[in-house]
């Protein structure tokens, strides 16, 4: 208690520089992990995908549709136990600003390989009875008010006109990394319409969902799903769901190694600004430390005075640094909308801001430590005069 008093003392013995100095702690540890939370949010999908589900789509673009009578035959793939299939929509709900996911799908073998989408069972039974009945995310029903039962009037893009969807389901995310910003509609609906408005564009898929068995052998269930359109006018690529997300992520690849990169800056600056803060510190009771060794104090009790003292100051920083990300990650969440469907500060991500501030602590340290046990008792005290 005496030592930790010490400490205390010595740490708030100059209030204002040690008030700059943890304001600088917090604003760096803050921006340190609401950097590593936007890189987080980016794999979101990768992270919420499953093994045990292929994505199967055309070789050549997303933008490529693939016949419907391709479902009979990838059904019959060894390997396949269920299979679906999803269109994006693409739809713009009042202005382009109110953005979010939009899915065209067959709703009971869809939801079937996603049990992650937790709906109560007379809302999906509601939303499989009407074709023009919609569900959507317990978060995007939030952002726009909506409840079961109200219209949801959509600016077709992809899909000229207006469409008009009926809510009759809301579903919960199982778990806090599942997307609750999503729509889906009923793909044979839309494809209803396209018969009679656009009939070359009908019986159409984007992908298909493809549920396996065993996921060791998703390569080899990939290959024998290509094989059979091999050479055909669609030609098909087949791809696990991680694989699948992975390749939206790559686009956008250099902007995260950017973030990551600035993110390590950042910690780089304030280590610099505590180092310069803890040579300070030391340089000016130069004296004091000549004379605990004058009264027989060991070298090491010099040095972890330093340490102690720079490690209070990181780890108080610190602290209040997480404490300051919680916040700001929701609001920035809260201001993105939808441009992040999950963004959550991680547990990991806490603990790299508490280790990143030790790491400076350490670090800033280090240098005045060691001058300060190498300090010639004569000199220091020379150095009052």
């Not at 490529?64 to 269920?82: D, H, K, W």
């Not at 978060?139 to 008009?164: C, E, H, M, N």
């Not at 809260?334 to 469907?341: I, R, S, V, Y």
Request: proline share 3%; glycine share 8%.
């Amino acid at each position: 208690m005496f030592l930790l008093r010490l400490l205390l003392k010595n740490a708030f013995r100059h209030q204002l520089r040690t008030g700059l100095t943890l304001i600088g702690l917090v604003v760096a540890i803050c921006a340190f992990g609401l950097l590593r939370t936007i890189v987080d949010a980016w794999y979101a999908g990768v992270e919420a995908s499953s093994s045990t589900r292929l994505v199967t789509r055309s070789s050549i673009s997303l933008t490529f549709q693939l016949p419907l009578n391709y479902a009979q035959r990838i059904r019959a793939v060894e390997g396949v136990r269920a299979l679906s299939w999803a269109n994006w929509f693409g739809g713009v709900y009042i202005t382009e600003r109110n953005f979010f996911p939009q899915f065209a799908i067959d709703p009971a073998s869809y939801l079937a390989l996603y049990p992650k989408y937790v709906i109560a069972d007379a809302d999906r039974l509601a939303f499989l009875r009407d074709r023009q009945g919609a569900v959507v995310g317990r978060g995007l029903a939030s952002k726009f008010g909506w409840q079961v039962g109200d219209p949801i009037p959509l600016r077709g893009t992809i899909y000229p006109g207006t469409w008009t969807f009926t809510l009759r389901a809301i579903y919960d995310g199982a778990d806090a990394k599942t997307d609750e910003n999503q729509m889906f509609v009923h793909w044979a609906f839309i494809n209803e319409s396209l018969r009679q408005t656009a009939r070359q564009r009908a019986d159409a898929v984007g992908v298909y969902i493809v549920g396996i068995d065993e996921p060791n052998n998703a390569a080899l269930i990939s290959q024998r799903i290509d094989a059979l359109f091999a050479n055909s006018l669609a030609e098909t690529l087949s791809e696990t769901e991680k694989a699948f997300q992975l390749s939206f992520v790559s686009m956008s690849e250099a902007i995260l190694v950017a973030i990551q990169a600035v993110s390590l800056i950042i910690i780089v600056i304030i280590m610099a600004v505590m180092a310069n803060t803890m040579t300070m510190t030391a340089r000016e009771r130069l004296a004091e430390y000549a004379t605990l060794k004058a009264l027989g104090f060991p070298p090491g009790f010099v040095v972890g005075l330093l340490y102690g003292e720079s490690l209070l100051i990181a780890g108080l920083g610190g602290v209040l640094g997480v404490a300051a990300t919680l916040p700001l990650s929701a609001a920035f969440a809260q201001a993105t909308g939808t441009l992040f469907p999950v963004f959550q500060l991680s547990a990991l991500t806490m603990g790299l801001q508490l280790l990143a501030a030790a790491i400076v602590g350490l670090v800033a340290a280090a240098w005045p430590a060691w001058r300060m046990s190498r300090i010639d008792i004569v000199d220091g005290l020379r150095h009052v005069a």
